[in-house]
Nanobody, 121 residues
Framework: QVQLVESGGGLVQAGGSLRLSCAGS????????IAWFRQARGKERECVSP??????IYADSVTGRFTISRDNPKNTVYLQMNSLKPEDTAVYYC????????????????WGQGTPVTVSS
């Protein structure tokens, strides 16, 4: 099993930056694909970016602004978010799965509790 804990969310002005962290437990953390999802109020959960040993994918809405990376010795995945927009406001979740860089939440078995991000205009 894997336990995930997100951190780094907060309130930021439009155009600002935040770095989210997803700390995982378990010796097999590096074997999992890790993805960042977000869910805005009243909307469905959206995949922002998954990463595994083969590569990474970005949603069109964040391409060029967000960067996902992972530090396997530290069991941590990061999401660097630059040029933030009010529409990036959401609760951000990280998730772990064994099916590669899938963008559907159905392919992820383990989830963190989420960290809120609010971007003011």
């Amino acid at each position: 099993q894997v336990q995930l804990v997100e951190s780094g969310g907060g309130l930021v002005q439009a155009g600002g930056s935040l770095r989210l962290s997803c700390a995982g437990s378990g010796r097999t953390f590096s074997n999992y694909a890790i993805a960042w999802f977000r869910q805005a109020r009243g909307k469905e959960r959206e995949c922002v970016s998954p990463i595994d040993w083969t590569g990474r994918i970005y949603a069109d809405s964040v391409t060029g602004r967000f960067t996902i990376s992972r530090d396997n010795p530290k069991n941590t995945v990061y999401l660097q978010m630059n040029s933030l927009k009010p529409e990036d406001t959401a609760v951000y979740y990280c998730a772990a799965g064994s099916y590669g860089t899938k963008q559907s939440p159905n392919f992820y078995d383990y989830w963190g509790q989420g960290t809120p991000v609010t971007v003011s205009s």
